[in-house]
């Protein structure tokens, strides 16, 4: 593994030098691409491809806020090595809050800016109740955990109907207040909500990028590697867990917020597990543990889903293919509703990235270094798990 | 880990061990009834005469339940205890077998209702079991040497990410095919069988259930007891490289697991149908958090335990249902996970499992 890393390093160029600048001056860099990015973003809906320009912005606003997502959840899943299945529980508090805060039901209406932070934070306490128990166990439980708490997060919004108006949710939630440049925030045009989603993952990024270099973002490497290995190196693992858990809780939570400031309506349906495994898929189809491939990967899924799966429909009506029988069964393109397979193509997509490919469509250069080092070395050892392979097994 | 409770020794003590078992079981049912009595009575103000019949009939409710979850809870502990994976796709092997139950009674036997003839009933359950638990089993040992195998070796994670999605997938390949929404079951165990009981009534069916479940995990305990291949799975499950250096297939015991555990499921599949009239692509996802919560309850690995937790799992919920708090079963059955998690993270019956990670 050593020889394969030290090989990357070796051969200069341009390209070698500019990718360890890149390294050594990260906030900067992201800064740079995140603008180049949103100049794109900005310009490229102008020109009508597909949709106009207010579906474009309005896409890469939600895309925005599953990015963000979908980063969280890699500091869980991909920094930490932990699988946490429940993360749409989080979503929906940050959500709730934010309904409870700025709606007719609750006749409050605080200012935005401060209830990202609230709705944050009331998600992070949740992340904590939930994680202090389960972190002190092995990982498995934690998964079903979480699997199990973003299950009955949405019963309980569900049930309580006294105080969340059950499945009709809280609607009219009132929109963000005007911001100085950008101006008010209405349905017809998301413009400024994009500016916003962008604004916010970029800041998300630097800080995310700015601990993933950081002492607690070793540490968290080190449990994702080796538990036994970084506690005896003197990591106290529950508290480094809890605050990766706590973290990916708290992106959660932002992301809430934003979300429900966007959509004026929260209910119990729109936080199911599918959220949570959506996530999940684009964690690991960008790359687990690369925080700008997820970023990347959550996006382009994200577009996939809402916008090209969707035209999949407008162009095979466009095609006008006529049905056609396959021994006893009967295909009519017409009848396919593209949008029900994502799922699907999902459960496919997650299985065989980790089976093929897991370390992302995106890796980071140690990461596919580490992952294929026995393939490089020529030892014809066997493709090992995400998680560098370490044999669960001998470890008790 | 399957090892705990039945590596016991046979020895002289083991009819001891059964009566115990029997004595403890009657005991639970016998408390279990005096408290839905007594919250009949406090909670809908039951009058005590009334609350007593009443009472009776949902144990039995609750009996049978319970030998559903603790059929699915057995393929996740037996899983569990082998290979140290939570199947997450295990609920969903169940839905599968839900559905083929269906397709089996309704669409090849046209079945829609009950049927009275005696015989004529036993042969298509017989047959829906017959049919039903070896595809389901086969699906499992599948599931394993295509999705879980490669990853034998690997980190837990991996695995784990790999089950999910292969959850996903069973998930989404019925919704394709059977759609969503319910889809109704031929109920063909006829549902007003029922045993008149002082002003309420007692299904056969639950009764039916019950033995039903408690004749397979009999047979299941036998297996695992007093088989070579059994004793190689016991063999496996404490430890997989001393197992192996003693001559046992490692790859054959593992897909045996599955085998196993996947049969199982699927009984517990066909007579979910029977019991609730419906199946839905979604149902593995329900029954198999809460079969999973019941083999943590009863200690994860343990076989006796994953019995244990089931019937514990479905008193719970059938007291909230019967005081009408159905809705709530599922917060309450998490809530349990989570003590149980927190106060004995090895299960009432675990014994090994310690803190690792």
Redesign the interface.
């Known amino acids: 593994m050593s020889a394969a890393l030290g090989r990357l390093r070796m051969d200069g160029g341009w390209r070698d030098r500019l990718v360890r600048a890149s390294e050594a001056h990260r906030s900067i860099t992201i800064l740079v691409v995140m603008s180049l990015v949103s100049s794109l973003l900005v310009v490229f809906p102008n020109f009508n491809v597909l949709q106009g320009p207010s579906g474009w912005y309005d896409a890469f606003a939600n895309a925005g806020v599953f990015v963000l997502l979908a980063m969280g959840l890699n500091v869980v899943?991909g920094l930490a090595?932990l699988?946490d299945?429940g993360y749409a529980a989080f979503f929906a508090i940050g959500s709730y809050a934010y309904a409870y805060s700025n709606s007719p039901f609750s006749g409050l209406d605080l200012p935005f800016i401060p209830m990202l932070v609230i709705g944050a934070g009331i998600a992070a306490l949740f992340g904590i109740a939930l994680g202090a128990?389960?972190l002190?166990?092995?990982?498995?439980?934690l998964?079903?955990?979480t699997?199990?708490?973003g299950?009955?997060v949405p019963?309980?919004f569900?049930?309580l109907d006294k105080w969340t108006e059950g499945t009709n949710g809280i609607g009219g939630l009132y929109r963000p207040e005007a911001l100085p440049i950008l101006g008010e925030f209405t349905p017809i045009s998301p413009f400024p909500y994009m500016i916003v989603s962008l604004i916010v993952v970029t800041l998300a990024m630097i800080l995310l990028y700015r601990l993933h270099d950081s002492r607690i973002g070793r540490a968290w490497m080190a449990i994702r590697e080796d538990?036994l290995a970084a506690a005896a190196n003197g990591i106290n693992?529950v508290v480094t867990k809890l605050l990766a858990f706590a973290l990916g809780a708290t992106t959660s939570g932002f992301a809430g917020v934003f979300n429900a400031s966007k959509l004026t309506i929260v209910s119990p349906d729109q936080f199911l597990?599918t959220v949570s495994?959506t996530v999940?898929a684009m964690v690991?189809i960008g790359g687990m543990g690369n925080i700008w491939g997820v970023a990347a990967g959550a996006f382009i899924v994200y577009m996939i889903q809402a916008v090209f799966l969707k035209q999949i429909n407008t162009v095979v009506e466009n095609l006008g293919l006529p049905a056609f029988d396959l021994g006893p069964i009967h295909v009519d393109l017409l009848q396919i509703n593209f949008l029900?397979?994502q799922?699907?193509l999902?459960?496919?997509a997650?299985?065989l990235m980790?089976?093929y490919r897991?370390e992302g469509l995106f890796p980071s250069r140690e990461r596919r270094a580490e992952l294929h080092a026995d393939e490089e070395a020529g030892e014809g050892a066997?493709?090992?798990?995400?998680?560098?392979?370490?044999?669960?097994?001998n470890?008790? | 880990m399957i090892a705990s409770s039945v590596t016991t020794p046979r020895t002289r003590s083991g009819l001891n061990r059964s009566a115990r078992i029997i004595g403890f079981a009657v005991g639970a049912i016998v408390v279990y009834v005096v408290l839905l009595w007594l919250a009949l009575q406090v909670v809908d103000g039951f009058a005590p005469e009334r609350a007593l019949p009443v009472a009776i009939q949902q144990t039995i409710n609750a009996l049978s339940i319970g030998a559903i979850y603790a059929l699915i809870a057995l393929g996740y502990t037996m899983v569990y205890g082998i290979i140290?994976?939570?199947n997450f796709a295990h609920g969903d092997v169940f839905m599968i077998g839900a559905f083929l139950a269906v397709v089996l009674t309704g669409g090849i036997f046209g079945q829609t209702g009950g049927v009275k003839d005696v015989p004529f009933l036993a042969l298509l359950l017989l047959v829906a079991l017959l049919f039903v638990m070896p595809l389901t089993g086969g699906l499992n040992v599948f599931i394993e040497r295509v999705?879980y195998r490669?990853?034998r070796?690997?980190?837990?994670?991996?695995?784990?990410?790999?089950a999910?999605?292969?959850?996903?997938?069973l998930?989404?390949?019925a919704?394709?095919v059977a759609g969503s929404g319910d889809r109704a079951a031929p109920q063909i165990f006829p549902l007003d069988w029922q045993i008149p009981f002082g002003g309420a009534e007692i299904s056969v069916l639950s009764i039916f259930i019950f033995a039903l479940a408690l004749v397979l995990m009999l047979l299941l305990q036998t297996f695992v007891n007093r088989t070579r291949l059994g004793r190689a799975m016991r063999a496996t499950a404490q430890d997989?490289?001393a197992a192996s250096l003693m001559g046992v297939d490692l790859n054959q015991t593992i897909a045996l697991t599955f085998l196993l555990g996947g049969a199982l499921a699927g009984a517990a599949g066909v007579v979910w149908g029977l019991r609730f009239g419906f199946v839905r692509q979604d149902l593995g996802?329900?029954a198999g958090?809460k079969a999973?919560?019941s083999a943590?309850l009863g200690g994860i690995g343990n076989i006796s335990g994953a019995v244990l937790g089931g019937f514990i799992i479905g008193f719970i919920e059938n007291f909230a249902s019967s005081l009408g708090f159905s809705?709530?079963s599922?917060?309450l059955?998490?809530m349990v996970?989570?003590l149980v998690?927190?106060f004995r993270?090895t299960g009432i019956l675990g014994q090994q499992?310690g803190?690792?990670?």
Do not use: C, K
């Not at chain 2, 070796?153 to 790999?162: E, G, K, V, Y």
């Not at chain 2, 999910?164 to 997938?169: K, L, N, T």
């Open positions: 899943v090595g699988l299945l128990p389960t002190r166990l092995r990982g498995d439980y998964a079903i955990m699997l199990g708490f299950e009955i019963i309980v569900l049930n538990e693992t597990f495994f999940l690991i029900n397979y799922f699907l999902y459960g496919f997650l299985v980790m089976l897991p066997e493709v090992v798990g995400a998680m560098g392979g370490v044999p669960g097994e470890v008790e | 140290e994976l939570i999705f490669p990853f070796h690997a980190s837990r994670l991996a695995p784990l990410i790999t999910v999605g292969v959850s996903f997938i998930q989404n390949l919704l394709l997989q490289q996802f329900n958090l999973f919560t943590v809705r709530w599922e917060f059955v998490f996970l989570t998690l927190i993270p499992l803190d690792r990670a």
